[in-house]
């Protein structure tokens, strides 16, 4: 399949599905995202003892003086290598590896391995409040998912609809441990229009396409898996956070499939009560998306055609494109990763 734009962008349209960045305006700080966010090398377990609300610690690997397209960005197995314990919470499962399907095209089938190259985002802020008084299940249902992003549209869909679980040849998608949505979690199935200049950008990429069929979706559609993880399961989750304190609760939403480019995400937080006052919480959260890798390699059909050089797939997932726009999705991951972690923090400063 050739559908591979901004497309791309998609993995950050479902990860949080907290708000936009103009919701994180009402935040009790009143500040700009940009005044409220501290950029990282790493999260420190003893940030926990000194953050104070209303600020965001966020790290995403980037380097700011890199020339490297592709800055920010890790190879999923490298990346395993790597950060086991952050691969590990942050996979769609348990032991989770790259895919490996049959594939037929014209009419031969063969067996494919895809690799995959992955974002990650980090952030923890502080809730001026004890993590028992946190309902999160307040924040696992479409209501909450509306409330927070109305330009994303949800409707929940039945855990036997699930394309992994549907689908034969999605089948490589499917837990090896329990269905999807299986265990206290709401299946959603999401729509996001692509915005700014990203549809024109669309309509011209599939200008180069005039003989397929296969052509690139002005939306992004996904299915995810929205839930309170159970106590045993958070409890693993302070090897990841590296603070001592007990986890207090977790809330995750896995995507489990997209129409284009992604092959899963994920929005996981992390509540634990602060190690110097029990009546506050240290809040961690990650965010995770996995691109196919053979996505950011094409470049030729967009090289030759002026006014789509800036549409580079890296170059628009990145944010680092002339068809990025906003302070949402459509700015580039980054961006958008940033303001959702900032969106949720609010959220739960709120609630």
Known sequence: MRQHLPAILLAAATLAGPARAQDAAKAPAAMPVSDRVK???????????????????FRDSREAASVNPENGLIAFEAWRKARPAEAAALSPWPGYTEPDYPQTVNGVTKQRHESLKVYVAEGRFMVAKPAASIDLAAFAGLDFLARMDPVIRHKRLEPADATPTKDPAAAFAKRPDRPWCGAGGVCIESRYDLEGKLPLGVKLANKLELGSSKKVAEFVSFQSELRVLPSAEAAGLSALTRIETPVAGGLEQTIFWVNQILRFGKFLAVMQPAPNDPNRTVVTTYMALAIKADVLDRKQEYARVPVLKNLLPVQV???????????????GVPTYARNRIVAFADALAKN
Do not use: R
């Open 317 to 331: 997932l990145m944010g680092n494109s002339s068809f990025n726009t906003g302070t949402s999705i459509s700015a």
């Open 39 to 57: 950029d990282v090398a790493a999260l420190n377990p003893a940030d926990a003892a000194t953050l104070k609300p209303g600020t965001v610690l």
